[in-house]
């Protein structure tokens, strides 16, 4: 067998060493055991993120409705009262009024619903 050869076959016996020694923590008893208890905390810990958000949603959903419906109702009022005679506002005041809150309220209940549920 000649030099080169010998050192191929020594190269190869090398990177067959190599491939067959485990790097991976998870092949060791104590390395395999830390792994799990390492994952299964961090299943736990996305888990009770996940539930805070579900939590979180719900809260905020309600007060978001609430506070639409409360603003609806005001500027209904607003409106009620101005068709009673009880407030002189001028029509183009009226009219920006109607049109500003209803813009408003649309954009300000959609953004924030987009933003507590986000598309998957």
Do not use: C
């Amino acid at each position: 067998m000649s030099e080169s050869e010998g050192s191929e076959k020594a190269k190869e016996n090398f990177r067959k060493l190599i491939e067959s020694s485990s790097t991976d923590p998870r092949n060791s008893g104590l390395s395999r055991n830390e792994f799990d208890q390492y994952d299964q905390e961090e299943r736990r810990t996305r888990l009770l993120g996940l539930t805070q958000d579900i939590q979180e949603r719900k809260k905020f959903a309600q007060r978001i409705f609430w506070m639409v419906v409360m603003w609806l109702f005001v500027i209904l009022g607003i409106i009620i009262a101005e068709g009673l005679h009880l407030l002189d506002i001028p029509q183009a005041v009226t009219i920006a009024l109607i049109g500003s809150t209803t813009i408003n309220v649309t954009a300000f209940f959609v953004i924030v619903t987009k933003y507590l549920f986000p598309g998957k």
